[in-house]
């Protein structure tokens, strides 16, 4: 439970009174708030966590816990104490440079009079998130009061709302300033603001609700003094501020016009930008009412900030990416691109509560598919800084999130317009990764490369890919010389979902082909992959049938895919359940944990916790039966793992955070594992 006390602390250290308070969304949780232990608790304040940062030393300084919103590829922060001043950090640009911050602070609000010297009282102000907006709460030493928030209004443009008033009346001018840390084009005035431009064409507006603000503009700063004295008193009185960040295209005018229309009418755009939230809250409201309320807080608090994280990874189409879809973490520079198998695991969790970016997830990856049916591993919006990976592919599970979201929408519209794709897909691996025609396939690349077919595989540096040797299949196609089990335990739930699709679709004939399949791939993964004397799955070798008798995630997906027998599962869940294998301080390392090899502090696949595959462990055991089990492991795995960050992984027998923060898949699995297994009773 070191988790609780790190929370307590974070709690007191930061005066983050919103945490604890239980405030009732009446509109979400008014039917059954009788009949349960306690109230639900403000859920997006419950698991926010947005530190506030040191400002940047300069333009390539980290991305730090910054947050956006609607798919929008700039970021704002929370300044710390010592920089709580007149605004908030940022942005932090994505799509400039592999990224960069454009300034310490763009846009800034400060009061200035003549009779008196106000200084900001540090102590007495505060900055928090509630809601889908930032908070920046600013008290002066002569009770004048400005509390500002930034909420996203699209994926261009972000709405900042400043409130002002004061214990006694004073007269004051208000004054907007900034500088930036990279070189500008130019400034130019143009109606109610200024704009400047960047050398990779990106187009920074900013505007103000006031009409007669006037700038003084230097090489590169701003400053902004209205022309007559403000009276503020106990009244508050309301002016705003709206950033967009844009390329010169077809929606640029669009866009200006949208910013113009809500400065006369921004009280509609809050509304749906509440309700927007309110609906992510509703997503995880349920509440088992069996779980101790300490434990219950906690876990809700980490799916609050499983969604957070996927909202902040969230991009719209930019450059070469023509759908909205998730990074896997905004924090590391070399993701900042679409990876297949990472694309059809968010979908599965937005699915939920945003269906349609899950939506277009999927079709984000789908625009990389080539004629032949293959999709590329990983895409970038902008090739000269990243190429296109089209040496390998990803572990096929597109057909998996395609009839999630079905479950979740009923849209049997994108199942029609993925079904024949998806279809294609599932070929091409017969087609060019079953060497032998036997019906197994392997992971392979498109090079003959080892590096790629062990990217193909997802596990990079899996013990079991060790002593690999690559064959080739024809000139574009290489596999390794062994069939894994997890990829064919995915073809399998891939004929099982294309199966459900047809019958959707009236497609009588596919039915009965994908049934007839599946029950052949069945059987050989049954009899040909699972080793009865010691009671686990396993890839083997082409050469001879052997088993390659190394433990992992690979051997527990057959009970995913619902392809065990019941005395296989059940052989199985007894290696998941010992503590000396599998059932370590946070359960389902990536490899044995007796295993010479068990690396999980520096090791990547050879022993650090991967949630998706947690997770494809736990729906696994749920599907043969074992319910408690599953309830205590997932307990156990919330309680212990590092939090309030989402890692990229887990040590087992630590709980420490490990490789990249801010991790997408991390959040959509430990979204999915509050929502089918910890809120049901």
Not at 119 to 133: I, M, N
Not at 230 to 235: A, H, R, S, V, Y
Not at 301 to 312: D, F
Not at 612 to 624: I, N, P, S, V
Request: glycine share 6%; with cysteine; hydrophobic share 40%.
């Amino acid at each position: 439970m070191n988790y609780l006390i790190n929370l307590s602390k974070y709690i007191m250290q930061n005066n983050l009174k919103l945490f604890m308070s239980m405030i009732i969304i009446s509109t979400i949780f008014s039917n059954n708030m009788q009949a349960e232990k306690y109230q639900k608790p403000d859920l997006i304040s419950l698991g926010a966590h947005y530190f506030p940062i040191d400002n940047p030393k300069d333009a390539s300084d980290c991305a730090q816990n910054i947050f956006s919103d609607k798919g929008a590829w700039f970021g704002f922060a929370l300044p710390d104490d010592k920089n709580i001043n007149s605004g908030f950090v940022g942005p932090y640009l994505l799509h400039y440079k592999n990224g960069a911050w454009l300034s310490k602070s763009l846009i800034n609000l400060k009061l200035v009079t003549k009779s008196s010297n106000l200084l900001v009282d540090k102590e007495s102000s505060d900055v928090f998130f509630d809601t889908g907006e930032l908070h920046l709460h600013m008290k002066y030493n002569n009770g004048v009061y400005i509390d500002q928030t930034l909420q996203y209004i699209s994926a261009n443009s972000v709405l900042i709302n400043a409130s002002i008033h004061s214990d006694i009346e004073i007269e004051t001018e208000l004054q907007w300033f900034g500088e930036l840390l990279i070189d500008k084009t130019k400034y130019e005035n143009i109606a109610g603001g200024f704009q400047f431009s960047l050398d990779n064409g990106l187009i920074i507006q900013a505007r103000f609700s006031d009409p007669y603000l006037e700038f003084n503009l230097s090489e590169n700063s701003y400053e902004s003094i209205t022309p007559n004295l403000i009276n503020i008193g106990k009244e508050s009185i309301t002016i705003q501020a709206i950033i967009s960040i844009f390329q010169k295209n077809d929606t640029m005018d669009t866009e200006i016009e949208f910013v113009q229309s809500v400065f006369i009418d921004s009280n509609r755009i809050k509304v749906k930008h509440k309700n927007r939230w309110n609906r992510y809250a509703l997503s995880i409201s349920s509440i088992n009412k069996d779980t101790p309320k300490d434990i219950f807080v906690l876990q809700q608090s980490i799916a609050v900030k499983s969604i957070l994280t996927l909202i902040n990874n969230w991009r719209a189409p930019y450059g070469e990416l023509k759908h909205e879809g998730l990074f896997p973490s905004y924090a590391r520079g070399y993701f900042r691109g679409f990876w297949a198998w990472d694309s059809w695991k968010h979908a599965v969790a937005l699915a939920y509560f945003e269906p349609d970016v899950a939506k277009n997830q999927v079709r984000a990856m789908y625009d990389f598919q080539d004629q032949h049916g293959m999709i590329a591993d990983c895409v970038f919006p902008d090739t000269t800084i990243e190429s296109h990976n089209w040496r390998d592919t990803k572990p096929p599970l597109s057909a998996w999130a395609v009839w999630s979201i079905y479950e979740q929408t009923k849209d049997s519209s994108f199942v029609a317009e993925l079904y024949f794709k998806i279809l294609k897909y599932h070929e091409w691996w017969y087609k060019n990764r079953d060497h032998n025609g036997n019906g197994l396939c392997e992971y392979g690349s498109t090079d003959g490369t080892e590096i790629a077919a062990r990217w193909e595989s997802g596990m990079d540096n899996a013990v079991r890919f060790d002593h690999i040797k690559m064959v080739e299949n024809n000139e574009s196609a290489w596999s390794m010389d062994q069939e894994s089990v997890d990829l064919n335990s995915y073809l399998f739930a891939e004929k099982h979902y294309l199966k459900n699709m047809a019958e959707l679709l009236g497609m009588a004939e596919d039915v009965e082909k994908y049934k007839s399949e599946a029950a052949q791939l069945k059987k050989q993964i049954q009899t040909l992959m699972y080793d009865p004397d010691d009671g686990y799955f396993y890839d083997i070798r082409l050469e001879d049938g052997s088993f390659v008798k190394v433990k992992g995630p690979e051997g527990w997906i057959p009970l995913w895919a619902g392809i065990a027998s019941r005395d296989q599962a059940e052989a199985v869940i007894k290696k998941l359940m010992d503590p000396n294998i599998f059932n370590t301080k946070i359960p389902f390392p990536t490899l044995d944990a007796s295993h010479s090899e068990f690396n999980p502090e520096k090791g990547y696949w050879r022993g650090p916790v991967w949630m998706d595959q947690a997770y494809f462990a736990l729906m696994g055991m749920k599907k043969y039966g074992y319910e408690n089990e599953v309830l205590k492991l997932t307990s156990k795995l919330f309680n212990e793992i590092q939090y309030p960050v989402l890692y990229e992984n887990y040590h087992p027998v630590t709980g420490e955070g490990l490789n990249s923060p801010h991790f997408s898949w991390t959040a959509a699995h430990l979204y999915l594992m509050y929502i089918e297994i910890l809120s049901k009773n």
